[in-house]
């Protein structure tokens, strides 16, 4: 039994890590991980590790998927065969030449061939055991009779070395050498000479590490010099020698997408004709109702309407007036609500996206007890192991009950305003649709507040971040039977329709302790805090919002004399207020920098400090230069400390790029340590900090929905044509019965408007991809050659 654990890496740089898995051969990860990806490369690849306590861990195999071939598996569940893990194969980065090929003519007349190779620089060489790497390059002319190689000088502590160093190799020599001369370069064709330039880190005492090589064929080569840059690649024989061992499979979901964001005039009509839809009558003739009727069985659509609507606070009109159409087509109260249709999957994502911070301060601490310190909980007798007390574990899952009950219910004051005006008009909308049934108001917002939302919280705290990982086994069983508990508690009804809710004999004995009057009261008060238009305090204002957490390296300030400016390893937390630094998690804080005298926060060049992936954030006093563990957690820090201080009235216009070391500024070697910077910040507007959305973003994925359904589109537009021409009775299913037409002609009129601004934006598209096409010019840094030369 092996005990594993997964990592995602760009390339060679690990991303994130999920948790051990021990004792297994068939590990369940069922983690979720979402992130921008910062800079370029070339394959997205996930290592399975074996954990090891007293060596280094040991790779058991990898998946690696070529960025190109990413939209192939887009949103697909497969299963991937695991492959070997060779160090001939574990590249990443390029490197750019400039060769020629020269004709000399010797002292005696005769012409020979010289070719010149100059090695100008790498760009992305991957860390090696977490460190810079010291790069050097040897460059070999190949052929079937000769090997000549020449090496550079090795570079310190860079992943960016700059060479510039030139090489010079006699390809042919002059004709008046015999055939029985020691060196016989003209029985050599010059189409199997190959020029090899292979990438190594210097391991001083321990083995070098091949970091990768390309070959270019001489023949290619002209009297003009030709710089390009190529891609690193793995040698030919890598993973050769294992390939028929079986080393299992990983299954995966990918989800990758690729925007090409235009400047925001361009998205104005399709902004505006969304905006408007929840103003359509009827609103299955808007836009964003369309949109969700041609993506139907995706949740493509949802996410980026949803944020738009949000981002120009036209959310709760549109769900109200969705709801109000679910609502039409539901004859039984006990199913109101509990379909997958626009108006739940709208709330659902509106709920995930505005309830993140009202989730973390009510149900953090106590799922970060039962997480922690799992108490057993098991009630089932049939899953009962050896020794188990069911009374023990009945008395432990009713703690747990309560105390996650009583969070929930006492926690109406930090329901975020949002929310609570679409539960309103949910509840509202129930009343009026069944105005004979007292309780409906009520069970129309508990299917959204309990069962949709702190249900599911509860029992997948991961997915809201709640928890870094995915519950272990046990804990999973306890949160899900707290989840089963919760759900119906919070559910609306009597207690013999609630008993009838569970299948299993156990649950309806242990729920039948929480049959007391108490927890009905309870919920019917909570439910009608949170459905009421009474003025609150915004979420978020009485105590500081929890923004990110995690641990990084920052360099010493230099605040003491005698203190010494290296690295320590801290952890940070940031919230709406202050970024704080620890020793350790859960310890008192070793220093503060309050939010509103922060400058400026930006990346800070790698040769600052030789190291990769540091950023600084600038304050009254000195700067603070931090190293974040991966590309993609110094992006989220930058960023997210860039929208926390983006209002801040002392904002800097310019910053040092580099750092002040040795009595100067690297950037611009200027030696006061005052002067002013001579950059531009990157920090664009303000922004709301608990809401990160890029309202142009999302209507370019709107777009390319649309786009991608433009079919769907023309369909229903025929759809609606057939209609307004023939109005009797439908007798059986048609073309158009999915769709969910009430009036033709206005969502005609819509459809028309929607398939113009396509087809308008589908140019500007066409001509940037063009333009991308033809700049990023085939070996320039941009577009690197890949493999040999042709």
């Known amino acids: 039994m092996r005990d594993c654990f997964c990592t995602i890496n760009l390339d060679q740089e690990e991303v994130f890590r999920t948790q051990v898995v021990e004792k297994s051969l068939s590990p369940f990860f069922g983690e979720e991980f979402y992130f921008e990806i910062p800079r370029t490369f070339q394959c997205l690849s996930f290592y399975i590790y074996d954990k090891s306590v007293l060596q280094r861990d040991l790779r058991i195999g990898k998946v690696a998927i070529k960025k190109e071939d990413l939209r192939k598996y887009t949103s697909k569940e497969e299963w991937f065969l695991l492959q070997p893990v060779d160090s001939n194969s574990e590249v990443q980065g390029r490197v750019h030449l400039e060769l020629k090929l020269n004709e000399l003519i010797t002292d005696n007349g005769s012409v020979c061939q010289q070719l010149v190779v100059q090695i100008k620089e790498c760009h992305g060489l991957p860390l090696v055991n977490g460190?810079?790497?010291?790069?050097?390059?040897?460059?070999?002319?190949?052929?079937?009779?000769?090997?000549?190689?020449?090496?550079?000088?090795?570079?310190?502590?860079?992943?960016?070395?700059?060479?510039?160093?030139?090489?010079?190799?006699?390809?042919?020599?002059?004709?008046?050498?015999?055939?029985?001369?020691?060196?016989?370069?003209?029985?050599e064709d010059i189409e199997k000479l190959e020029l090899r330039i292979d990438l190594w880190n210097n391991g001083n005492l321990v083995q070098d590490v091949f970091l990768g090589e390309i070959k270019v064929p001489v023949k290619k080569l002209g009297n003009d010099s030709f710089q390009a840059w190529y891609l690193l690649q793995p040698r030919e024989n890598g993973n050769k020698s294992s390939k028929t061992e079986d080393l299992g499979?990983?299954?995966?979901?990918?989800?990758?997408?690729?925007?090409?964001?235009?400047?925001?005039?361009?998205?104005?009509?399709?902004?505006?004709?969304?905006?408007?839809?929840?103003?359509?009558?009827?609103?299955?003739?808007?836009?964003?109702?369309?949109?969700?009727?041609?993506?139907?069985?995706?949740?493509?659509?949802?996410l980026p309407l949803v944020r738009l609507l949000?981002?120009?606070?036209?959310?709760?009109?549109?769900?109200?007036?969705?709801?109000?159409?679910?609502?039409?087509?539901?004859?039984?109260?006990?199913?109101?609500?509990?379909?997958?249709?626009?108006?739940?999957?709208?709330?659902?994502?509106?709920?995930?996206?505005?309830?993140?911070?009202?989730?973390?301060?009510?149900?953090?601490?106590?799922?970060?007890?039962?997480?922690?310190?799992?108490?057993?909980?098991?009630?089932?007798?049939?899953?009962?192991?050896?020794g188990d007390n069911v009374d023990v574990n009945k008395e432990n899952l009713h703690y747990y009950v309560d105390k996650v009950f009583n969070t929930i219910v006492q926690s109406s004051i930090s329901c975020p305003?949002?929310?609570?005006?679409?539960?309103?008009?949910?509840?509202?909308?129930?009343?009026k649709r069944f105005p004979n049934d007292p309780h409906v108001q009520y069970s129309a917002v508990s299917s959204f507040v309990f069962l949709r939302f702190f249900a599911v919280a509860v029992v997948s705290p991961h997915t809201f971040h709640l928890r870094p990982h995915h519950p272990d086994a046990q804990t999973s069983r306890t949160l899900t039977l707290i989840s089963k508990t919760i759900q119906t508690l919070g559910s609306w009804g009597s207690s013999k329709s609630k008993l009838s809710s569970f299948k299993e004999t156990f649950m309806c004995e242990f729920f039948k302790t929480f049959q007391e009057e108490k927890f009905t009261e309870a919920v019917q008060k909570f439910l009608d805090e949170v459905s009421s238009t009474e003025t609150r305090e915004p979420s978020g204002m009485s105590e500081p919002?929890?923004?990110?957490?995690?641990?990084?390296?920052?360099?010493?300030?230099?605040?003491?004399?005698?203190?010494?400016?290296?690295?320590?390893?801290?952890?940070?937390?940031?919230?709406?207020?202050?970024?704080?630094?620890?020793?350790?998690?859960?310890k008192e804080p070793i220093y503060t920098i309050p939010i509103k005298n922060i400058l400026t926060v930006e990346k800070l060049e790698e040769s600052a400090f030789n190291k990769k992936n540091m950023f600084q954030v600038i304050h009254g006093e000195k700067p603070l230069y931090i190293q974040a563990n991966n590309c993609v957690e110094a992006s989220e820090w930058v960023e997210a400390l860039c929208r926390?201080?983006?209002?801040?009235?002392?904002?800097?216009?310019?910053?040092?790029?580099?750092?002040?070391?040795?009595?100067?500024?690297?950037?611009?070697?200027?030696?006061s340590e005052n002067t002013k910077g001579c950059t531009p910040c990157t920090a664009g507007v303000p922004a709301d900090i608990q809401i990160e959305i890029d309202g142009d973003r999302e209507t370019e994925r709107i777009y390319s929905l649309f786009a991608v359904n433009m079919p769907k589109l023309q369909k229903m537009e025929e759809a609606c044509e057939s209609i307004a021409v023939y109005q009797g009775p439908q007798k059986e299913p048609n073309d158009y019965a999915n769709f969910t037409i009430e009036d033709s002609v206005a969502t005609f009129q819509t459809l028309q408007q929607i398939i113009a601004i396509v087809e308008k934006l589908n140019e500007p598209h066409e001509k940037y991809q063009k333009k991308r096409s033809s700049s990023a010019k085939y070996g320039s840094e941009e577009n690197p050659i890949v493999g040999k030369v042709s």
Request: hydrophobic share 30%.
């Open 131 to 187: 460190q810079n790497c010291d790069p050097y390059a040897t460059v070999s002319l190949m052929g079937p009779s000769r090997n000549d190689q020449k090496k550079t000088k090795v570079k310190k502590k860079t992943s960016n070395p700059q060479f510039n160093e030139t090489f010079y190799f006699e390809v042919t020599r002059s004709s008046s050498y015999t055939k029985k001369s020691q060196f016989q370069v003209e029985e």
């Open 545 to 586: 919002v929890h923004l990110k957490e995690g641990e990084m390296y920052k360099r010493a300030q230099g605040r003491t004399r005698i203190g010494k400016k290296n690295f320590k390893k801290r952890w940070f937390c940031l919230t709406s207020r202050e970024l704080t630094y620890h020793k350790q998690q859960d």
């Open 310 to 386: 949000l981002h120009h606070q036209k959310i709760v009109p549109f769900v109200t007036a969705v709801a109000e159409l679910d609502l039409k087509d539901t004859q039984e109260v006990n199913t109101i609500f509990r379909g997958n249709t626009l108006a739940t999957r709208c709330l659902d994502e509106m709920m995930k996206i505005v309830g993140k911070h009202y989730l973390k301060v009510t149900l953090k601490p106590v799922l970060d007890e039962i997480c922690e310190s799992p108490k057993p909980c098991e009630i089932d007798p049939i899953k009962l192991k050896e």
């Open 417 to 431: 305003t949002l929310m609570c005006d679409v539960f309103y008009s949910l509840r509202h909308l129930a009343a």
């Open 249 to 302: 499979s990983l299954r995966l979901n990918v989800c990758y997408t690729e925007d090409c964001v235009l400047p925001s005039e361009y998205y104005a009509s399709l902004r505006n004709l969304l905006l408007k839809s929840p103003d359509v009558q009827p609103i299955s003739a808007s836009a964003a109702y369309i949109l969700g009727e041609v993506c139907r069985d995706k949740y493509d659509a949802i």
């Open 644 to 671: 926390v201080s983006r209002c801040n009235p002392r904002r800097l216009s310019v910053y040092h790029p580099s750092a002040f070391l040795n009595g100067n500024w690297l950037c611009c070697k200027a030696t």
